[in-house]
């Protein structure tokens, strides 16, 4: 069985060379566990952050040690009659091909094999991540004006299209032409601004008159800034994710503190890993409404197998992703 460890913690921004590749044999199932099979891992951003060796919500990662993440699979070998072989099961066991699962450790899919992907992102985390930020903590109310950052991504595509859901007005910020377009097109944004080129501040001024109710931020540094000064009074910043920062040794910082209090904004800070219970009901309703076709998603699939997942994760980090970027771990 193949797994990708972490060689060493990475200065600055990760590359290949961060992670090792390596062959172990394949684990045999004790009493009560079963062996899973992987199909796809899911690799997704806070991964990197776990590689430094700073204080966290999690235990950072030790060099030699496993790469954490989502992943989706089958169950080949068991000892669990609630884990049947021929089940397919979410599970976190991280990347590599094979591992043990328990079942506490895993929960049966009700997908079929040719849609258990969704389980890693619409249908799973990130979906859960959207609608809990956007729904729970963002509040949105007919008519108000919505900002999305990292707008195609996982979470951020599915955020905007509950905010449409609920009848606000919806802005994306992309990276390039061909994210905007798909955003605004095939998923239903307002209008996007790309990051790389547009003036966010001046476009942004332009496409909010009524200012800036709820940003649902996923990426923070200089793209925040711009938005800060468009913030309404009493307006909700769901902050969700501070990408642009997790390959920074040192934190790009907050210079709009003054808007913030001016503007009596509120700072809603959330880690989706706290709400547990919450999960179903939100994976509950999406996939009801991507069966209506009123969420849309996209993937982004690595083939090709487990020696890609460090590209693959730098790729992602760097914004080359164009999706949910999930690695084929095993074809089906
Ligand atoms: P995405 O699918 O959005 O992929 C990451 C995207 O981030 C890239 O495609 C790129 O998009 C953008 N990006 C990367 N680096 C930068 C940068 N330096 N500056 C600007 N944009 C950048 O990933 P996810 O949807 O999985 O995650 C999105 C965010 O949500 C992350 O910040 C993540 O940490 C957060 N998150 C938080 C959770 C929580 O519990 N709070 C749970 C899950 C995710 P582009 O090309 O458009 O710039």
């Not at 600055?12 to 796809?40: H, I, K, S, W």
């Not at 195609?152 to 007005?169: P, Y």
């Not at 009901?281 to 487990?306: H, N, P, S, Y």
């Amino acid at each position: 069985s193949l797994r990708v460890a972490m060689a060493d913690h990475p200065q600055g921004m990760v590359n290949e060379g961060d992670f090792l590749v390596e062959r172990t044999p394949r684990p045999a199932p004790g009493p009560g566990q079963a062996l899973v099979r992987v199909r796809y891992l899911s690799l997704d951003p806070y991964m990197r952050p776990m590689m430094n060796p700073v204080r966290s919500y999690v235990e950072p990662l030790k060099p030699g040690q496993t790469m954490p993440g989502a992943t989706v699979g089958e169950v080949v070998e068991s000892n669990e009659a609630a884990l049947p072989v021929g089940a397919h099961v979410a599970c976190m066991l991280g990347w590599q091909e094979y591992g043990l699962v328990t079942k506490d450790s895993a929960r049966i899919v009700e997908l079929s094999a040719g849609d258990i992907s969704l389980a890693l992102h619409v249908l799973g985390m990130t979906g859960a991540t959207a609608h809990y930020g956007l729904l729970r903590l963002g509040e949105p109310k007919p008519g108000e004006t919505v900002v999305v950052t990292a707008a195609s991504g996982a979470v951020g595509s599915v955020a905007g299209q509950l905010a449409k859901i609920k009848g606000c007005r919806v802005i994306g910020i992309a990276g390039g032409p061909e994210k905007c377009r798909y955003v605004t097109e095939e998923l239903g944004f307002d209008a996007c601004l790309d990051h790389r080129t547009d003036d966010i501040e001046r476009q942004l001024a332009e496409l909010t008159p009524d200012w800036v109710d709820i940003l649902f931020e996923n990426v923070g540094g200089p793209t925040f800034d711009a938005i800060l000064p468009r913030m309404n009074d009493h307006g909700r910043i769901v902050l969700c994710g501070n990408i642009s920062d997790y390959n920074r040794d040192e934190p790009y910082g907050v210079k709009g503190l003054s808007h913030l209090l001016l503007h009596r904004v509120d700072v809603r800070s959330f880690v989706i890993a706290d709400h547990r219970d919450y999960w179903p009901e939100a994976i509950g309703e999406l996939a009801a409404w991507v069966k209506e076709g009123r969420v849309r998603f996209r993937e982004d699939i690595a083939k090709g197998g487990l020696e890609g997942a460090p590209a693959a994760f730098v790729n992602m980090l760097t914004g080359r992703n164009f999706g949910k970027q999930l690695i084929e771990v095993a074809p089906p």
